[in-house]
């Protein structure tokens, strides 16, 4: 995937703005660069400038030219950062121009007309991995921060890109080097087996180190919500306010109140953030017994999204007795996957004891998934989102200094290290022979290094980064 060639992209989005930049990277970016860019310093008609006078890491204002007819083409900002130390690992020069989309075109062409090359999605990337500036995993982390859609899941994607998650396996893949050195030390050198005080020790390592990647493993449940979001559905009876808690949690008047029962007659889809995790909230159908055909549609559509929804908001008006179809839905959703809302408690509430007539529990015994909320004033709202963020996160705690797995191949290479550890453990617990153990412990390794980067294959490498924006 790599060569030894100078790239150059509109780093900036598609559009028109105040700045747009341009950026080169490789062996020949600054003398490309400054064959199309005269410093403030000379007029436009003069020579151009000497690629000798431009300093690193110091921004220069000028104009870029079209070399052929020295035509002004847009004032810029010429900023050339020196390899090594730049994002590539190599030259690079950034030219800020105005914003304006057929400049930054005209730009670029001037730039290719001199030997560049335009990038591929990821390439400036890639090149910062290729030359040891930045690992896999931070790779990735670069194409979260700019894909996240909310300050949490940029915050989660900072602390990877800032190497959180390699931070956290180098001690581990240490343990099991020096498990493996142990081990191929003892095949090499010493005729006898390995004592068995020796055994312990090193079983005992391998322990900790299957421990270590379990935790990291087990954090993946609530990492892949925060990258990709989940589904809310919004359930209950006819008229107990469940398009008004839809209405309040999306912060719009996005579906239709009426106190007319069956208003809702198909599910509604809106997409928002709760505590900064993405979630597409549904507002159903009441679910009650109907003859009309069109709300039979409407209800069996919100049984669908029950059973497809990460959880289920199941909504209770407290001010009125429990009904029939409140016991059937609350015998139908599992309590792993609901939350009880019990709203209008801005009314008298009479839910309580009737719930204890028609069920023999109270609300109290309830109180870790039940929340009072009012749609109409807004009160108990903070402590509803507060209880869905719980819900998703389980032990993981909003302020997380930890590293969080939100990628489903990191995921996997993960749980496969587990897997081959846990394995070469048993084995040497077993007293089987040395070199099937570390046949266990390398295969381990290897997975270890397939988050890095440092074991995958090209075409893998490649297929990651073409999901990565061309400037980036």
């Known amino acids: 995937m790599f060569r030894d060639d100078t790239i150059a992209a509109i780093s900036t989005p598609p559009g028109r703005g105040g700045i747009g930049v341009v950026r080169l990277s490789g062996p020949t970016s600054l003398d490309i660069a400054a064959a199309v860019f005269r410093s403030e310093r000379l ?5 151009v400038l000497s690629p000798a006078t431009l300093e690193p890491n110091r921004a220069q204002f000028g104009h870029i030219i079209d070399p052929a007819s020295s035509e002004p083409i847009d004032q810029a900002v010429f900023t050339y950062f020196k390899a090594p130390r730049s994002y590539t690992g190599e030259d690079i020069v950034e030219l800020s121009c105005h914003g304006s989309p057929v400049i930054l075109r005209r730009v670029l062409e001037l730039l290719t007309a001199r030997g560049a090359r335009i990038a591929e999605p990821g390439e ?46 180098t001690p581990l893949k240490d343990a099991v080097v020096e498990v493996i050195v142990h081990i191929e030390s003892s ?60 209405n309040r949690l999306v912060g719009t008047d996005r ?29 159903t159908a009441g679910i009650r017994e109907t003859s009309d055909v069109v709300e039979t549609i409407g209800i069996t559509r919100s049984r669908t999204a029950i059973a497809d929804a990460d959880i289920s908001l199941l909504v209770f008006d407290a001010s009125r007795r429990l009904q029939r179809e409140d016991i059937e839905l609350l015998d139908s959703v599992p309590e792993a996957s609901r939350i009880i809302a019990l709203n209008k408690t801005d009314l008298p509430n009479v839910l309580d004891e009737h719930l204890h007539e028609e069920t023999g529990v109270h609300l109290a015994e309830w109180q870790n998934h039940v929340v009072s909320i009012s749609a109409l004033t807004g009160s108990g709202f903070d402590e509803l989102t507060a209880k869905i963020f719980e819900r998703l996160s389980g032990d993981a705690a909003t302020e997380r200094d930890d590293i969080m797995l939100t990628d489903a191949r990191q995921h996997a290479a993960v749980l496969k290290a587990i897997y081959q550890l846990s394995h070469a453990r048993e084995l040497m617990i077993a007293g089987e022979l040395e070199e099937i153990v570390l046949l266990k412990l390398r ?16 075409d893998i490498l490649g297929q990651i980064f073409s999901t990565f924006c061309i400037g980036k």
């Open 43 to 47: 007029s436009p008609q003069s020579s």
């Open 124 to 169: 400036f990337t890639f090149r910062a991995f290729f030359n040891k500036r930045i690992d896999l995993a931070q790779a990735q982390a670069v194409r979260d921060v700019i894909d996240a859609q909310t300050e949490y899941q940029a915050r989660v994607a900072t602390r990877q890109l800032d190497g959180a998650l390699s931070k956290r396996l």
């Open 187 to 246: 095949v090499e050198f010493v005729e006898d087996d390995i004592s068995p005080e020796t055994v312990t020790a090193l079983t005992d390592k391998l322990g900790l180190t299957v421990e270590g990647l379990n935790e990291i493993a087990a954090s993946f449940s609530f990492g892949r919500l925060v990258k990709e979001g989940f589904d809310l559905a919004i359930v209950g009876s006819p008229n107990v306010g469940k398009s008004s808690v839809f």
């Open 255 to 283: 579906a239709i109140v009426t106190e007319v029962p069956g208003t809702t007659r198909d599910a509604l889809y809106e997409s928002t953030s709760i505590s900064g995790v993405p979630v597409r909230l549904i507002d």
């Open 443 to 458: 295969a381990g390794l290897e997975a270890l290094g397939e988050i890095s980067g440092e074991t995958l294959t090209e």
